[in-house]
């Protein structure tokens, strides 16, 4: 079974710092992972994902994330926090079973960042 | 234009009332999924569709009902509705190609049922 685990419901960051979304993931099988942005009152945009390539992924706006099967993580990382970057983030890991979990994604519940003055 | 979009953006609707949500999309995807979103439960898979003939139910499908119409439209039914119904609905898209790929969202619908 799949699952994903924001460890964080929120994170407070003051502008110009680093910023750290920690996700934990649970899959029997070499999972997928992805993570999505959704600022206030806006669908979901995609960030970044890992495939199995890269351990290290780079995704948009400056965020990067690190994939570490040793302990089933996929951190979300950026070294210099903006304003803009207020939103909820959600860390999501692909169905990579056989059968009706293909294809699929689960999301974990979601960490809101705020980032002050 | 949007490759995905979802109407109406906005509903309120009484208990009882029979409801449908509609997605459209541009993409040429063959998949399409509708979720709904809780505040702190994330996002829970409803429905999903991965061709116009193949309707599978998701986490949380009691109560709802979908139909898929063309490759391009998948549309959310409840049938009769109830104040926990009340969320925020995301119609999302992927390919059929080998391989994961990520899923594209529409901009959400705002259900209040009252």
């Known amino acids: 079974a799949q699952s994903v685990t924001q460890l964080d419901s929120h994170v407070s960051v003051s502008e110009g710092t680093p910023v750290l979304l920690r996700c934990n993931y649970s899959s029997s099988y070499s999972p997928s992972l992805f993570w999505y942005v959704q600022h206030p009152n806006k669908g979901l945009q995609l960030l970044l994902k890992y495939t199995s390539a890269a351990t290290l992924v780079k995704g948009i706006n400056g965020f990067e994330a690190e994939f570490k099967k040793s302990e089933t993580s996929f951190h979300l990382t950026k070294p210099s926090a903006h304003m803009s970057d207020a939103a909820e983030y959600f860390c999501?890991?692909?169905?990579?079973?056989?059968?009706?979990?293909?294809?699929?994604?689960?999301f974990g519940r979601g960490t809101q960042l705020t980032v002050w003055p | 234009d949007a490759d995905v979009t979802q109407t109406p953006r906005n509903r309120i609707t009484k208990t009882g009332k029979r409801i449908m949500l509609e997605c459209s999309q541009t993409k040429g995807h063959d998949r399409m999924y509708w979720y709904r979103q809780d505040p702190g439960l994330g996002l829970r898979l409803i429905y999903y569709?991965?061709?116009?003939?193949?309707?599978n139910k998701g986490e949380i499908s009691d109560g709802y009902s979908v139909s898929r119409q063309a490759q391009a439209k998948f549309s959310l039914s409840l049938e009769s509705a109830i104040p926990n119904q009340t969320a925020l609905y995301f119609c999302?898209?992927?390919?059929?190609?080998?391989?994961?790929?990520?899923?594209?969202f529409g901009p959400g619908t705002r259900l209040t049922v009252l």
């Open positions: 999501v890991v692909s169905g990579t079973g056989r059968g009706s979990t293909l294809g699929r994604l689960y």
């Open positions: 999302a898209t992927s390919d059929g190609l080998a391989g994961v790929k990520e899923q594209f």
């Open positions: 569709s991965f061709d116009v003939k193949d309707i």
